[in-house]
């Protein structure tokens, strides 16, 4: 069982302020936590592979090819921008 000291001293790293009430409550759940933790000590871990996710990850790749679009689906999106200039669509100044 953890003290009431323990579970304090946990909840200042944590950096959060418990009440009694919270404080009696964390104490039984931070047990619940290192009981279990024990119980996955007692696994035979040896010959696993280390795994980075749970499940197989695979990088999906496609060729970045530039799409022709026309003049006309250009002049469009411009159009649908709150500033123009031109043929540009004008921003807010990013640089001061």
Do not use: W
């Not at 970045?64 to 807010?92: H, M, T, V, Y």
């Amino acid at each position: 069982m953890l003290s009431k000291e323990e579970v304090k001293h946990v909840a200042r790293l944590a950096r959060i302020k418990l009440t009694e009430e919270e404080m009696q409550k964390m104490q039984g759940e931070l047990v619940k936590i290192l009981d279990y933790i024990e119980k996955l000590k007692e696994l035979d871990v040896e010959n696993l592979e280390p795994t980075t996710h749970s499940i197989l990850i695979k990088n999906v790749f496609r060729e970045d090819k530039p799409e022709e679009k026309s003049k006309e689906e250009g002049e469009k999106l411009i159009q649908l921008a709150p500033q123009q200039e031109g043929r540009f669509i004008k921003i807010k100044s990013v640089f001061k």
